[in-house]
């Protein structure tokens, strides 16, 4: 894999030459007037929504200031990007965005509310769908319920990516999230708590599911350097494909930044504080990563829900 210091180095010096996106996190050139680029290349038609899950062994390792920023990253690549809160009962992606939304996930199982009316549109070019505890009633929906909750989840596939941030650990909820994704990432730290949390969820995911139908990233959140996130992925990568016969894709890693922690003080993505920070750097070359290596027919949202019914 390409030597991500060295990358982020190479975007560093772009960006002296360069005047790139606003503040807010939209690009500030060469989009249409519903914010995504024009020269995309494909049409809406042609393609369905990437949906991409993030979530983590143990609580507190950055998975939803990872999901948040990355939404933004692929904002800035001119991508219609929505951000689903799926953590239960602890959600907070709007906290993360200084947000008290009206309604949430639960409004809409309830059928009090439809998914465009609990969508809101935020101040950085994405868009998110708050989470409720309510949500862990999927499991308990009668099969018309359930079509109509799909129905209702598919009308997002107007985005280009959603991205579902999960809870922590290995509840079956966040399991059949992961598995019927078509990306996901799994977020550590180099704390040997965190990284033996994440080979137990890893691990379950091997034993419960077919591995080869999922797209398993990793990603090391906080670390020193590229040496010290190398080792971790080094060593986890290692052990999934010896003991459980599992790929286990290295996505990168994010620098411990100072500029991170202020922004949650401030409830703003570190990406519009601190765009060039070491954090924002390391997210921007993640996505375009993930971007450059894009599937070539993703699942959309409303199969993957049909995915998760099935093994209820």
Not at 193 to 215: L, Q
Not at 257 to 267: K, L, N, T
Not at 293 to 298: F, I
Request: glycine share 8%; net charge positive.
């Amino acid at each position: 894999m390409e030597d991500q210091a060295e990358k982020l180095r190479e975007i560093m010096r772009q960006k002296k030459n360069a005047s790139g996106g606003d503040r807010t996190g939209r690009k500030s050139q060469s989009a249409g007037a519903d914010g995504r680029a024009e020269n995309s290349g494909m049409s809406r038609d042609s393609r369905k929504t990437r949906i991409i899950t993030v979530t983590s062994g143990k609580g507190g390792v950055g998975k939803t200031n990872l999901s948040v920023n990355m939404a933004l990253a692929f904002a800035r690549l001119g991508k219609k990007v929505v951000v689903m809160d799926a953590d239960l009962g602890l959600a907070n992606v709007n906290v993360m965005l200084n947000m008290i939304p009206k309604y949430n996930l639960y409004h809409v199982i309830k059928k009090q509310k439809s998914i465009h009316e609990i969508l809101v549109e935020t101040d950085y070019g994405i868009s998110i769908v708050a989470g409720a505890s309510g949500f862990s009633q999927i499991a308990n929906m009668s099969e018309q319920e359930r079509q109509d909750f799909i129905s209702e989840l598919d009308t997002l596939s107007f985005a280009d990516i959603i991205i579902i941030d999960t809870g922590a650990g290995v509840s079956s909820n966040v399991l059949d999230f992961i598995a019927a994704a078509d990306d996901a990432i799994i977020v550590t730290t180099p704390e040997p708590t965190a990284i033996t949390d994440a080979y137990g969820i890893i691990k379950i995911i091997a034993m419960e599911y077919d591995p080869v139908n999922i797209g398993l990233k990793l990603v090391v959140n906080r670390a020193k350097g590229a040496a010290e996130a190398k080792s971790v992925a080094d060593r986890m990568t290692n052990i999934a494909g010896q003991f459980l016969n599992l790929k286990l894709d290295y996505l990168g890693f994010i620098y411990d930044d100072q500029s991170v922690p202020a922004s949650v003080r401030q409830q703003k993505p570190f990406m519009v504080i601190e765009p060039k920070c070491k954090a924002s750097l390391c997210i921007q070359h993640l996505v375009e990563r993930m971007d450059k290596n894009r599937l070539v027919e993703p699942a959309g949202i409303g199969a993957m829900f049909k995915k998760m019914f099935k093994r209820t």
